[in-house]
């Protein structure tokens, strides 16, 4: 949460942070859900034309969820070379990552990783 947190209050694009991740999943998975949450908010300030955005991660069993959606323009490309580069490092970890992202917005981008029990 701290983290996370310290990410959106980085950001030049409005952040809300909900995070409720207990128990608390392995460095491996916190250390991805990071990266996604800063690369999700990168792109959200250099290219989503957003006026705010929102970061929720969660835990459901041996599942830890993060979500992250901005009110932008959408048209995010999942093929592009961040979002590549995300869902290469979840697979890594046998997780994913759907990008839902309209041409006129929003964009969606959601990740699921398996934590172990």
């Known amino acids: 949460d701290a983290a996370i947190s ?3 209050a980085l950001s030049p694009v409005p952040v809300t942070v909900r995070a409720d991740a207990q128990p608390r999943p392995p460095m491996a998975v916190e250390a991805i859900a ?3 949450v800063a690369e999700a908010l990168t792109n959200v300030a250099k290219h ?5 955005a929102e970061v929720s991660v969660t835990r459901h069993g041996d599942v830890l969820r993060v979500l992250v959606r901005d009110n932008g323009a959408g048209g995010a490309d999942p093929a592009g070379q961040g979002l590549a ?6 697979a890594g ?5 759907s990008v839902h992202s309209p041409a ?5 981008i959601e990740a699921e ?4 029990s």
């Open 6 to 8: 310290g990410l959106a």
């Open 34 to 36: 990071y990266f996604i």
């Open 48 to 52: 989503a034309r957003a006026t705010r």
């Open 85 to 90: 580069g995300l869902a290469d490092r979840i």
């Open 93 to 97: 970890v046998d997780g994913r990552l």
């Open 104 to 108: 006129g917005g929003p964009t969606v």
């Open 113 to 116: 990783l398996p934590c172990g």
